[in-house]
Structures are given as structure tokens and as C-alpha cells.
């Protein structure tokens, strides 16, 4: 069985996931032998690392997300309009450029 590893992008937490895993879960993928990474939104640029495991990961999955080239950054990734975003604050859903510890809480125990 493979295992799979979510990793959220920017602005988001594991509750990002909180649909999926079950589904994961049933389909019995909890015993380890090999991983797919799942990498969404900035997650994408995390997960392009992945050629560092050892050959611990089996497969990348990029689920919307950065697919950087070898060398290249989110910030040279993206567009002028995302970069301003990026440098403003990018809004989130909670209203702010970040997630605060409250509001990451609050979502963690909802």
C-alpha cells in the first residue's frame, strides 16, 4: 500500500485535507512502503524537493499547484500581480495576510 502525503499551500492548513483522508483511510492507505507526495497550491514548491528522499517517495502529485524547474522560486514562478499580493499581505479567507494562532486553533478544533 502506498502512503500519501498531503502538503497544503500558502494560507492553508491541514484542515485542507479534512474531505480527503477519509476516503484515503477506507481505501486502506495507511500502511507505509513507499509515498506519494501531494503537493497544493505553494505545496507544489515543497514537494519538488522530494528528489532528496532517498527514494523514499514513489510518485509527486501537483494538485493545482507550483510546478517549479530545477532552480526556480515561487517568487519567480508567478506573475507581477501575485508578487504585489504576495508583498501587500495576500488576503486570506480570515481577512488577513496571515494565519494567526487563533484563527489556526479555531480551525484545528471546529
Given amino acids: 500500500m502506498a502512503t500519501f502525503v498531503l502538503v497544503p499551500g500558502g494560507w492553508?492548513?491541514?484542515w485542507?485535507?479534512?474531505a480527503v483522508v477519509p476516503l484515503l483511510e477506507h481505501a486502506g492507505r495507511a500502511r507505509v512502503t513507499s509515498a506519494t507526495l501531494v503537493g497544493h497550491s505553494y505545496g507544489g514548491m515543497v514537494i519538488a524537493a522530494a528528489d532528496r528522499a532517498d527514494g523514499r517517495i514513489a510518485r509527486l502529485v501537483h494538485l493545482d499547484a507550483y510546478v517549479p524547474r530545477d532552480g526556480e522560486s515561487c517568487w519567480s514562478s508567478t506573475t507581477e500581480h501575485?508578487?504585489?499580493?504576495?508583498?501587500a499581505g495576500f488576503p486570506c479567507a480570515c481577512g488577513t495576510g496571515t494565519v494567526t494562532p487563533a484563527v489556526a486553533a479555531a480551525r484545528c478544533t471546529a
Avoid at 501575485?82 to 508583498?87: G, K, N, P, V
Fill in 12 to 14: 492553508h492548513g491541514s
Fill in 16 to 18: 485542507s485535507f479534512e
Fill in 82 to 87: 501575485y508578487r504585489e499580493a504576495f508583498a
